[in-house]
């Protein structure tokens, strides 16, 4: 049968950019409503300091319980917790909860860099060299995002020679995947292919993933144009939560819903439950106070009467 694995970002990389902060136990509500719906990767916090990004305040407190939840059986033995780590002091933290993955960054622009991890591309490759080691040696895997790989909101185009170099570099370093972002929403279909073309030359195709924010309504169109070049693993979030904050107007990541509509309606099977999908989103809209973006989820699905579903 054929499938897609999809990697639910909401908690993470959507939350962490969105204004409304959530408490605790509404982030533990929908760890399980994700994993209740089927969702087996799921990126659930970051650890970096909550003075500068306090969406993400708790993340130890919400894996510690998210662990808990697994033990008591009200998840699944096989959903995969992954954390975003900067750095050492984030590791440290993490490690003594036990994540399945850590998510390292790095941007493909030096002007991105220095704005969303105050150093310079050399410098945050230099700073995970040490985390990569440590988790290789707890064997926690290791998904590296590549951020900004087709544009910059200061630097304007990137070039693939670029991302390509970037991504090779990771690679050496024995990171488990890449994920290739369209971190500001700019990729169209030519420019997925041709990247992606040039990627699988060097790196294997399984361990390439699709992160595209859906910024200028490209995103789905990326997403099949990636999984015509044989990319089976795609970051999503939520609703589509989340944006960017250096890049005005710029929308969060593809909708899972959205994405999981594409793909189950073309016979490709990705394990989620998208009504209950749709009912854990009208949920987050409450919480967060707005209509989040997904169009699925706006219009609902068809019932077999013609009735529609939400
Ligand atoms: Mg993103």
């Not at 916090?45 to 008591?72: D, H, I, W």
């Not at 998208?274 to 987050?284: A, D, P, R, T």
Request: net charge positive; charged share 25%; hydrophobic share 40%.
């Amino acid at each position: 049968m054929k499938q897609v694995t999809i990697v639910e970002m909401g908690l993470r990389d959507g939350l962490q950019n969105e204004k409304v902060i959530l408490s605790l136990d509404q982030r533990i509500y929908i760890l399980q409503g994700l994993a209740n719906a089927g969702l087996k990767r799921i990126e659930v916090g970051a650890f970096v300091r909550s003075e500068k990004v306090p969406q993400m305040a708790f993340t130890k407190e919400l894996l510690s319980q998210a662990q808990e939840l697994k033990k008591q059986k009200k998840i699944l033995k096989d959903v995969y917790y992954s954390v975003l780590v900067p750095n050492l002091q984030g590791w440290e933290d993490a490690t003594p909860l036990n994540p399945h993955e850590i998510g390292i960054f790095a941007s493909c622009s030096e002007s991105f860099s220095q704005k969303n991890i105050n150093c310079s591309i050399d410098e945050s490759f230099e700073r995970f060299k040490s985390v990569i080691a440590l988790a290789k040696k707890r064997k926690v895997k290791v998904r590296a995002y590549l951020s900004v790989c087709f544009g910059c909101p200061f630097e304007g185009p990137v070039s693939e020679k670029k991302v390509v170099e970037l991504a090779q570099r990771m690679w050496a370093m024995k990171v488990d995947e890449i994920s290739i972002g369209d971190t500001i929403g700019v990729a169209h279909v030519g420019q997925i292919r041709s990247l992606f073309k040039k990627l699988k030359k060097k790196i294997p195709l399984k361990k390439l993933v699709g992160h595209f924010h859906d910024t200028r309504g490209q995103a789905l169109a990326n997403i099949l144009a990636a999984y015509g070049e044989g990319v089976r693993t795609f970051d999503t979030s939520l609703g589509g939560l989340g944006g960017c904050p250096y890049a005005p107007g710029s929308t969060g990541n593809v909708a899972t819903e959205d994405v999981v509509y594409m793909f189950e309606g073309m016979g490709i099977s990705t394990g989620i439950n998208l009504e209950k999908l749709l009912s854990l989103n009208h949920e987050v809209e409450s919480m967060m106070g707005k209509i989040l973006p997904s169009k699925v989820s706006r219009a609902g699905l068809l019932s077999p009467l013609g009735a529609v579903i939400k």
